[in-house]
RNA sequence: GCGAGAGUGGCGGAAUUGGCAGACGCACUGGACUUAGGAUCCAGCGGUUUACGCCGUAGGGGUUCAAAUCCCCUCUCUCGCACCA
């Protein structure tokens, strides 16, 4: 008997499907469309078992919906832009581009050798100049559009990368890539308006019911959307003071105002002062302390009186004004009014310098069982509850005078509602070689000049030493900055930073459309023709980060013209990790599992097959090379049913339509249910991502047909045998396509496995002819029997009351009641005595 | 602290709607075949009990004829956010 021999059959049927152009597709009206995507890989060097589990998740997407009818969109690309590429180039000696085209070309080698079914006429590496080209050009028209704009800003600097990160590439003040701590520093940076969205960002996301909850929470959470009015305090030297608060109702507790460092009050209103001299020292320290470490200092609240004197202008009190390090200079106006009575932060203040409290709310009576009192509260009441002290709106429920507050506020021109937003401006400008050139040129006489159309791509020099400086290479490298100016010729010199690597993967799966197009960066027929992503799968790492700037570049695109729809992605699945040790795989904990030796040993069947049942797709996988063994040896087991009688198969005509007729006794009967019962699972398994489970029930289709081989079959149990192994050659080969190719093949079939329709079940034989009922008395299992399916209840019930085990548990019981759920349980309701 | 999710055999995990808890696989135990078994096949495999049975889905309470599933309380873990006024 031929023996299974993954390496063989692997290597053949990927060298017919790729020699058949097999997975390319092409806009077609005439047929549904499915446009599946997972996130692009980083060309590191090598693809880890993240990737493998990722891209079999998606691959069995594809097949299974190819089979169903639909025409699918399965691209694949590289993320080719980033810093590893210039580390590498600095520690070897090498190019980024000759390092990141290896990597490409060896990588590309692996993903084919797990057999997964790309159009690779589609392929896009985002360092191709005819990728980023085309990005330089949207970036010239959201300059034009406004939505670039150039300012200097402190910002987040990682002194190990010697670059600027995003506020989204900050975790926990350090580093998202490499751990180093963040400092800030005050920088001269391109910002993508991400802000303009915020609201419409924000609210899409209740509109996205594909996504998953905690993805949706993430996003809404970082965008911190929050409702609140910009109230007017008058200062007593005359001038304003804008603050922001969510809370009016507690305007009438205000007893003190507190400034930023940064705002430019805090220094002018000490000024010429006896406060000033500690003012301007609290200032200096609090500014020369980066973010991060002013974060840590959570529960220290530091500041300092100004001297000066704000009135609040409901109660017409004057209130102190402060510094202090713990307001935000970036969040609202930068400046809050203090209300330490409902405010734990403020109450945290006032303590430390003696400053009043005022109680405004009280908690309704019941709610709460204390009165609060401002001279005995040990910690702010930040509850709802009853207005006091305060004036007009007292015994007013304080969030139903919210609205009338507000109003009241601005009837007397005093302040105005607001929505503010946690969410800041993507910071784009990255001061390193390997990205997209900023197409922007400096010029003495004429400034900010964009690089005209006609000149683009500004392309990346290739030919540079990288060396670690403190700033970009490209600065160093006269040939790329020295440029004339495009509106006066004189000399003039080119930004030198390049784009953040995400604004790259914010639109690639819009390119996938029209990959090549030279006339624009997208097609807007083919665009629209796919769009939107039906199934995006990815890790939910870029929950905030990839996925966010995705949806505004998307909508960028929209205002463009080259996309109709607004949002990119409209369904999300988010894999979990993959584990071994109790720890994600990685170099440094030695826990790394190689692909390559994976498809060595077992082959890419078996590795997909792992990836695919160990757990479902969202949640993390624990590594277990055991279970590894028990896939292949599930796919030998797979081989061997067919290859032990493939004579006898390839001879067979199979009996696909499993018609009563053609069932002539039970155990034939039972293998047709088994396959109706399989196909339907599978099928409602694959809609939902349920991998695990549909491989499971193919499992127990195995066992099924093997226990019907065990004797003697006549014709007609054979033929309904190759129907029913054709049938699940057909419905494993999306999870493993090449064993399932080749044995197709095997058993007598001309065309491919993956050009056959995916298979439809009766429902009238996924229902046996006779079910197994729960015998339950007083809600105990006591015993089970088997009866024809559909019995009527009398019948049911006198089977059931004869059972000798039930008789036994009845005996000198009163019946009470019989609950009969139909073909699947009976309950008898009795007396206990 | 706030928000979200989870807790089921020795392990990974099943259980679309409240209806036989533990599918499928791993590990383990016994057996068959064998010169051999790390191959294959058969049987067993939640705990406890000689057995009938009793107990069992983190713990406690509740609703129901019936709860892993619904409700309340407690504990533990994971993830995200965290001076955002």
Redesign the pocket.
Known sequence: MRLYDPKEIEEKWQKVWEDENLFHVGEDAGKQKYYLLEMFPYPSGRIHMGHVRNYSIGDVIARYKRMKGYNVLHPMGWDAFGMPAENAAIQHGTQPAVWTYDNIAYMKTQLKRLGFGYDWARELATCDVEYYGWEQWVFLKMYEKGLVYRKNAPVNYCKLCSTVLANEQV??GRCWRCGEEVVQNELTQWFFAITKYADELYEYANKLPGWP??VL??QK??I?K?H?VEVDFPLERGGLLRI????PDTLYGVTFMVL?PEHELATELAHATPYEKEVLSFVQKARSQDRSF??E?????EGVFTGAYAINPLTNQRVPIYVS????AE??T?A??SVPAH?Q?DFEFAKAYGLPIVVTIMPEVGAEDKVIDAASMEAAYEGDGIMVNSGPFNGRQNREAIPEIIAYLEGRGIGKGRV?Y?LRDWGISRQRYWGAPIPIIYCESCGVVPVPYKDLPVKLPLDLQIKMVGKSPLSDYPAFYRVNCPTCGREARRETDTMDTFVESSWYFLRYACPGYDQAPLDRKRVDYWMPVDQYIGG?EH??LHLLYSRFFNRVMHELGFVSVKEPFANLLTQGMVIKDGAKMSKSKGNVVDPDYLIQRYGADTARLFCL????PE????W?D??V???Y??L??VWRLVIERVDTLKETLPTIEQDSASVENKEMSRLVHMMHKTI??VT??AE?F?L??A??SI??LV?AI??FVEVERNDGELRLLKGVIEHLIVILSPFCPHITEELWQAVGNKGYVIDHPWPAYNEAYVQEERV?V?V?V?????D?CEVERDLDETALKQVVLSLE?VKKHLENREIR?V?V?PN??V?I?CDTN
């Not at 200092?297 to 609240?301: H, T, V």
């Not at 049942?613 to 479902?616: D, E, G």
């Not at 949640?619 to 624990?622: A, F, G, R, S, T």
């Open positions: 975790e926990d909850e905690r929470n993430m959470n970082w911190g929050s609140g922001f608060t969510t809370r930023a002013r974060l200092l959570s529960g220290s609240k390090n713990f307001v935000l969040y609202g930068g809050i009014m405010d932060r503010n946690r939910i929950a905030v049942f160990a757990s479902p949640k993390d996988l624990d277990n055991k279970g063994e028990g896939c040896r599930f030998q087991r339907k699972k409602e398994d939902r349920h695990n489970t491989i499971a499992m127990e066992n093997y226990k197994t729960a339950q007083n809600g105990k299992l006591r089970t085990k009641k609950i759920i699947k349980l309950n309701v």
